[in-house]
């Protein structure tokens, strides 16, 4: 399976990324593509901009441990996770993850899946700027619970092995 993980600054074109995912290929049925964006407010407050950090090296190993995950549940013809770091203002794209598959349903799943992941488990931090302040983003339990669901049934996180 072809797999792209990039952690970059500069934005993305998501059409273009789907696009050479399925170059020239005729297996695949379903292309899933989810792009997360910088909304311009946070928990009701209006929003600034908002700073992604991240460990170089140990985020791409995290990332790429979640890929391979979601490779063993699904049988996935690419992926390809874009995360961007850095200062990013309201409206900016954040993250891409596009997934590929024969069928729509395990396409739509992983690409659920590694969101899920990437949201809980993958190591960056998101500060929020407002117009008075600066705030660390702490985790949600909201996001926890939908990670959750993904858990194997002897309760083992298959992506942290």
Known sequence: ????????????DAASEAAKLRRGRGDIGA???FTGICRSDESGAPL?????EHYPGMAEA???RHVEAAERRWPLLGVTVIHRYGRL???????LVVTAAAHRQDAFAAAEFLMDYLKTRAPFWKQVEYADRKTWVEAKSSDDALAERWTL?????????
Not at 48 to 52: I, P, R
Not at 89 to 95: K, Q, S, T
Not at 153 to 161: C, K, Q, S, T, V
């Open 89 to 95: 203002e309201p409206g900016e794209d954040i993250v």
């Open 62 to 64: 995290e990332v790429a």
């Open 153 to 161: 049934p002897d309760g083992r996180d298959e992506a942290a092995e």
């Open 48 to 52: 600034a901009a908002m700073t992604l």
């Open 31 to 33: 292309v899933v593509t």
């Open 1 to 12: 399976m072809a797999a792209t993980i990039r952690l970059q600054r500069e934005p993305f």
